[in-house]
């Protein structure tokens, strides 16, 4: 007996230290994430010079889906060197807290500096994703350059513009660092105090602002002086107008730098790490040629594939590349038909588009030569003519070919359409807007979508809610039609 409950000790006290090491691994993973309260948020977040706080609610689903790769992501930053912390604040017992920082929403992520919010965290929400944005945010804003060396290696190799600070006074290094702190997700800047590297550049208490050197061209200087005393708004603006040059390189990052009317040049071939001599032999061109203008239009030159999405998906010109397309402030786009290949042909381009001589591109298929059917078919190209007629209610039907909701309807829609056949008043109507754009009073959201363009108010078409039985449809009309009950 003895030596039976002697075993079943020693089986319950293994089990135990099992137990207990589970436990102990599990707390300890979620343990790296700081858990902080209203009690001590304040003296907690003012020990990190950077630091990640989520703002959570414990039924909140978003919140549960962030949680394991916000552990994850706190045990790998834990063990950094230097270690960078994240914490958060449970929402629903910490009001006080939440409330001070106008959290709405869960979960919401703010990124603290120095005790203080720095900013809202727009970051990625995967473990490793969130390791490396707080890496970087936990980096200096400006890079301290030691020696001469580092200083000409940082310039040459940099395939953006780097904003250099020459300090012979420490205060000034800490303003420019402070301006670094706000611009570094836009801009990278580095400083020196340091009087070999001073005597090198020959510079001395003064802002440069470097272009890459790929970039450069006879047309621009590749450097600036910033004057005046390092402000954010300051330094933002003269970055802003000045940073892209004559013809900066465009991509889908900083496509929103780009002042508006901005004609881009993409070429498959523009590529400025493989291609340096190639991409600046278009983009001088661009500079020369458009030289007249400049004060009107932006200049941008772009790789083809870097900003897909940019660029009208069809309807570019066949066989022509690079390719010019001009994007206005309403984000409407017009082609260039012909080849990039004389002035002649770029300046003709400017010159009519800056007359107001070109209509926008917009997305269509040929339209149907015999359009007789009981609904008629509208495309891009024939939506003006068919569907903005001011003289005809126009109830059209927004399809995509793939979707079964739309194939139901078909019937039904030509047989509405078969009915209202002599009513010269009532268009019924169809488009694959898959395949063709319409105006932007036409918001498609799913399919299909009806909507109601009545008579003499075409900007503000109403989105038909009702059953969809050609009874439905017939009574919509009925009652809503601009002649109205008596004449359907
Ligand atoms: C007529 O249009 C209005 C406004 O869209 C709508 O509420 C109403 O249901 C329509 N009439 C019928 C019979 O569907």
Same mark, same amino acid.
């Given at each position: 007996?003895?030596?039976?409950?002697?075993?079943?000790?020693?089986?319950?006290?293994?089990?135990? +230290?099992?137990?207990?090491?589970? !436990?102990?691994?599990?707390?300890?993973?979620?343990?790296?994430?700081?858990?902080?309260?209203?009690?001590?948020?304040?003296?907690?977040?003012?020990?990190?010079?950077?630091?990640?706080?989520?703002?959570?609610?414990?039924?909140?689903?978003?919140?549960?889906?962030?949680?394991?790769?916000?552990?994850?992501?706190?045990?790998?930053?834990?063990?950094?060197?230097?270690? +960078?912390?994240?914490?958060?604040?449970?929402?629903?017992?910490?009001?006080?807290? !939440?409330?001070?920082?106008?959290?709405? #929403?869960? &979960?919401?992520?703010?990124?603290?500096?120095?005790? $203080?919010?720095?900013?809202?965290? *727009? #970051?990625?929400?995967?473990?490793?994703?969130?390791?490396?944005?707080?890496?970087?945010?936990?980096?200096?804003?400006?890079?301290?350059?030691?020696?001469?060396?580092?200083?000409?290696?940082?310039?040459?190799?940099?395939?953006?513009?780097?904003?250099?600070?020459?300090?012979?006074?420490?205060?000034?290094?800490?303003?420019?660092?402070?301006?670094? /702190?706000?611009?570094?997700? *836009?801009?990278?800047?580095?400083?020196? =105090?340091?009087?070999?590297?001073?005597?090198?550049? #020959?510079? /001395?208490?003064?802002?440069?602002?470097?272009?890459?050197?790929?970039?450069?061209?006879?047309?621009?200087?590749?450097?600036?002086?910033?004057? #005046?005393?390092?402000?954010?708004?300051?330094?933002? =603006?003269?970055?802003?107008?000045?940073?892209?040059?004559? !013809?900066?390189?465009?991509?889908?990052?900083?496509?929103? $730098?780009?002042?508006? %009317?901005?004609?881009?040049?993409?070429?498959?071939?523009?590529?400025?790490?493989?291609?340096?001599?190639?991409?600046?032999?278009?983009?001088?061109?661009?500079?020369?040629?458009?030289?007249?203008?400049?004060?009107?239009?932006?200049?941008? +030159?772009?790789? /083809?594939?870097?900003?897909?999405?940019?660029? %009208?998906?069809?309807?570019?010109?066949?066989?022509?590349?690079?390719?010019?397309?001009?994007?206005?402030?309403?984000?409407?786009?017009?082609?260039?038909? @012909?080849?990039?290949?004389?002035?002649? @042909?770029?300046?003709?381009?400017?010159?009519?588009?800056?007359?107001?001589?070109?209509? &926008?591109?917009?997305?269509?298929?040929?339209?149907?030569?015999?359009?007789?059917?009981?609904?008629?078919?509208?495309?891009?190209? =024939?939506?003006?003519?068919?569907?903005?007629?001011?003289?005809?209610?126009?109830?059209?039907?927004?399809?995509?070919?793939?979707?079964?909701?739309?194939?139901?309807?078909?019937?039904?829609?030509?047989?509405?359409?078969?009915?209202?056949?002599?009513?010269?008043? +009532?268009?019924?109507?169809?488009?694959?807007?898959?395949?063709?754009?319409?105006?932007?009073?036409?918001?498609?959201?799913?399919?299909?979508?009806?909507?109601?363009? &009545?008579?003499?108010?075409?900007?503000?078409?109403?989105?038909?809610?009702?059953?969809?039985?050609?009874?439905?449809?017939?009574?919509?009309?009925?009652?809503?039609?601009?002649?109205?009950?008596?004449?359907?």
């Amino acid at each position: 007996i003895l030596l039976v409950r002697w075993y079943n000790t020693f089986k319950m006290k293994h089990l135990f +230290i099992a137990l207990s090491a589970l !436990c102990v691994a599990i707390v300890s993973a979620a343990d790296d994430v700081l858990v902080l309260t209203d009690s001590n948020f304040d003296a907690e977040i003012v020990k990190h010079s950077i630091i990640l706080m989520e703002f959570y609610a414990p039924w909140c689903g978003h919140c549960k889906k962030l949680a394991p790769e916000y552990d994850i992501a706190a045990t790998k930053l834990k063990r950094n060197d230097p270690p +960078i912390r994240i914490g958060k604040v449970d929402c629903t017992e910490n009001t006080a807290t !939440c409330s001070k920082f106008g959290v709405s #929403g869960y &979960p919401t992520l703010k990124l603290f500096a120095d005790g $203080k919010l720095s900013k809202d965290y *727009d #970051g990625p929400r995967q473990a490793d994703g969130i390791v490396k944005y707080m890496q970087k945010a936990a980096s200096p804003a400006a890079v301290l350059i030691e020696t001469a060396a580092a200083h000409d290696k940082l310039l040459q190799k940099s395939s953006s513009v780097v904003v250099v600070g020459y300090f012979t006074d420490k205060a000034k290094a800490t303003a420019f660092e402070n301006v670094a /702190k706000t611009l570094r997700d *836009d801009y990278k800047f580095a400083y020196t =105090t340091s009087d070999d590297v001073m005597d090198a550049a #020959g510079e /001395k208490d003064t802002v440069k602002m470097y272009r890459p050197q790929a970039m450069a061209n006879k047309f621009e200087e590749s450097t600036m002086v910033i004057a #005046g005393e390092p402000t954010v708004d300051g330094y933002r =603006t003269f970055l802003n107008e000045n940073a892209l040059g004559r !013809c900066g390189l465009l991509t889908t990052d900083n496509y929103g $730098k780009f002042k508006k %009317p901005l004609v881009i040049l993409a070429g498959s071939d523009v590529d400025y790490v493989k291609n340096i001599k190639g991409s600046n032999y278009w983009r001088n061109r661009v500079v020369k040629f458009g030289k007249e203008f400049k004060e009107q239009l932006t200049f941008g +030159i772009a790789n /083809k594939d870097g900003i897909v999405g940019l660029l %009208p998906e069809s309807g570019l010109p066949e066989d022509v590349s690079p390719v010019v397309v001009i994007v206005d402030a309403q984000d409407r786009k017009y082609v260039m038909p @012909n080849a990039f290949s004389s002035k002649d @042909n770029f300046v003709a381009f400017l010159t009519s588009y800056t007359n107001g001589e070109l209509s &926008p591109f917009i997305k269509s298929e040929e339209p149907p030569a015999d359009n007789d059917g009981p609904v008629t078919v509208v495309t891009g190209k =024939t939506f003006d003519e068919i569907v903005m007629d001011e003289s005809k209610d126009v109830l059209i039907e927004f399809y995509a070919p793939w979707c079964g909701h739309c194939k139901s309807l078909e019937p039904k829609w030509n047989e509405l359409g078969e009915k209202m056949k002599d009513n010269n008043d +009532i268009v019924i109507a169809k488009i694959d807007a898959t395949a063709n754009d319409s105006p932007s009073q036409f918001q498609v959201s799913g399919f299909p979508t009806i909507y109601f363009a &009545p008579k003499g108010n075409k900007q503000n078409p109403v989105k038909y809610q009702g059953g969809r039985e050609v009874a439905d449809f017939s009574k919509y009309l009925k009652e809503n039609a601009s002649k109205g009950k008596s004449e359907l």
